[in-house]
């Protein structure tokens, strides 16, 4: 390593939320981590974290510093990586929980053109502190809030796609009334999406004491098709089927009048390297063109 001692224990802190934490991924114990920053701290005159019950957060002057050192030190970090051992990791992992299959594609599409390998993944819930991140090369596709020292909210986008799509002839049969249509036909969604909050305020808004929703979990949304064709069943997903309806048979319907929210929180790896920032541009992007 290039930067001193106090520098890359500032920013092991800032990236890992507290000096224990810290201290494991630099192979050190607490007291000299904890002394480098106080030192640190006495050197420039300034305070720059506040010391909390679960750990230690940025003061301003603390987040000033960390915005000016961030770049130099990742870069500094592939540079020490790349004459160590020889090369470069150029590679990105894109979790997500379910659905999300057009912003998937514009990621990767992305990342492609940066020339970064990109692997996509599923997460659950009870596992994100145990998601793989090698050198802060992660991104997080969320329908939920997501809890993590690792990750910070990058971007959420409101109001993203929900609905379902089914036959013409089936949501005809109930006068295009989307209640009923929900109440009297077989659900076919993701199991993610069976589990998530979303569908609860979907359950809540339409199941009566007298009328209960039927559902089935499937995995690829893709294998619905024949199902939906051929009897009184529904697809629920978080894009417009594009390709499907090319099937003239078939009608989408959006239920976002229907839920107070759908959304799509898009986390990344608050350590995160130059691999990211490559083709983080399109983040911005995601969600503008939404049907």
């Known amino acids: 390593m290039f930067f001193s001692r106090k520098l890359e224990a500032f920013m092991a802190v800032v990236e890992?939320?507290?000096?224990?934490?810290?201290?494991?991924?630099?192979?050190?114990?607490?007291?000299?981590?904890?002394?480098?920053?106080?030192?640190?701290?006495?050197s420039l005159g300034k305070r720059l974290f506040k010391r909390e019950k679960f750990g230690m957060t940025l003061t301003k002057d603390g987040q000033e510093l960390y915005n000016d050192l961030r770049d130099l030190y990742l870069q500094e970090k592939e540079i020490t990586k790349k004459h160590?051992?020889?090369?470069?990791?150029?590679e990105a992992n894109i979790y997500y929980d379910w659905g999300k299959e057009n912003h998937l594609i514009n990621l990767y599409q992305a990342a492609h053109q940066n020339n970064v390998q990109v692997n996509i993944l599923r997460f659950n819930y009870d596992e994100v502190d145990e998601i793989i991140d090698y050198d802060g090369n992660t991104l997080i596709l969320s329908?939920?809030?997501?809890?993590?020292?690792?990750?910070?909210?990058?971007?959420?986008?409101?109001?993203?796609?929900?609905?379902?799509?089914?036959?013409?002839?089936?949501?005809?049969?109930f006068n295009h009334n989307m209640i009923e249509l929900l109440q009297k036909s077989t659900w076919l969604c993701d199991p993610a999406f069976y589990k998530s909050s979303l569908m609860s305020d979907l359950l809540a808004k339409v199941d009566t004491t007298d009328s209960k929703s039927s559902i089935r979990q499937m995995d690829n949304i893709g294998c619905c098709l024949s199902f939906i064709q051929?009897?009184?069943?529904?697809?629920?997903?978080?894009?417009?089927?594009?390709d499907e309806l090319n099937d003239k048979s078939l009608t989408y319907i959006s239920l976002n009048r229907l839920l107070d929210k759908s959304d799509c929180y898009i986390y990344k790896s608050k350590a995160h390297s130059s691999v990211l920032n490559r083709f983080m541009g399109v983040v911005d992007s995601l969600g503008k063109n939404c049907a």
Do not use: W
Not at 145 to 163: A, W, Y
């Open 230 to 242: 051929d009897g009184d069943f529904i697809g629920i997903i978080d894009h417009y089927p594009e």
């Open 16 to 42: 890992n939320g507290s000096l224990s934490k810290a201290a494991r991924v630099m192979n050190r114990t607490t007291p000299p981590i904890a002394k480098s920053i106080k030192d640190f701290e006495t």
């Open 143 to 173: 329908s939920e809030l997501v809890i993590s020292e690792r990750f910070s909210l990058q971007k959420k986008i409101e109001n993203s796609p929900l609905g379902i799509y089914c036959r013409k002839e089936l949501y005809d049969k």
């Open 84 to 90: 160590f051992s020889g090369y470069i990791v150029n």
